[in-house]
């Protein structure tokens, strides 16, 4: 089955960008998405890109999409103290359950 | 975004008992998914909720312990049923399909602690 890989942890200062990475296994997932865990919180739709773009733009966050290495990545600019999160990576297909990773816990240093 | 429910927020339930989790949409999605997130891990897919048939169940889940109902296009339930300590988890409904988009929605999740 499909596997989504993410490191556990990513420490940046703020104001400085955070980049989070994301593989996968699945080369027919259709759609990868993003989402943001805040503590005791539900989960956040951030963005979402699908299989046959390369990158996306929204605000602040930068998706990219490397179709051939199967990777994927969420670049947060200017990185604030409320981005403080669990960031979960995720695939499937539009009709289809998603596939997530581990999540990335995002630390903010002042 | 899609304006998803669910009843009750939390519940603490004896061993042996069986919890309903109700997910209500506020407009008519394509499909409605079930997931648990055990404590401090990631979403596993625990099954399709399809409407006017059963449930698709992913593989290590089974439809007695985890019966799903989809009477309509904005409504479903979870049952967990015959409880054991392993299931505290919360559980989340999603959807697809809210107003023509693709984007996969999640409801704010129901926590469910076993004793």
């Known amino acids: 089955g499909e596997d989504v890989e993410q490191s556990l942890f990513l420490s940046v200062r703020e104001g400085d960008s955070s980049v989070i990475n994301c593989t996968y296994t699945d080369s027919s997932s259709t759609y990868l998405y993003w989402y943001k865990q805040e503590p005791g919180a539900g989960l956040q739709l951030l963005t979402y890109i699908f299989s046959n773009m390369d990158m996306k733009q929204d605000q602040r966050l930068t998706v990219l999409l490397n179709k051939k290495d199967k990777h994927l990545s969420l670049r947060i600019a200017d990185t604030q103290t409320g981005d403080s999160a669990i960031y979960f990576c995720a695939c499937g297909g539009g009709a289809d359950g998603l596939t997530f990773g581990k999540g990335t816990h995002l630390i903010i240093q002042p | 975004s899609a304006v998803i429910s669910q009843k009750p927020s939390r519940d603490i339930c004896q061993r042996g008992t069986s919890l309903t989790i109700q997910c209500q949409v506020d407009s008519q999605v394509t499909m409605m998914f079930w997931y648990r997130q055990q404590p401090g891990q990631s979403l596993t897919l625990i099954a399709t909720a399809n409407q006017g048939s059963e449930a698709t169940y992913e593989s290590g889940f089974v439809i007695d312990k985890f019966p799903i109902s989809r009477p309509n296009l904005t409504f479903s339930t979870l049952t967990v049923s015959n409880m054991s300590p392993e299931d505290s988890s919360i559980y989340l409904c999603?959807?697809?399909?809210?107003?023509?988009?693709?984007?996969?929605?999640f409801g704010p999740g129901t926590r469910l602690t076993v004793t």
């Open positions: 999603s959807v697809v399909g809210y107003r023509g988009t693709y984007e996969q929605y």
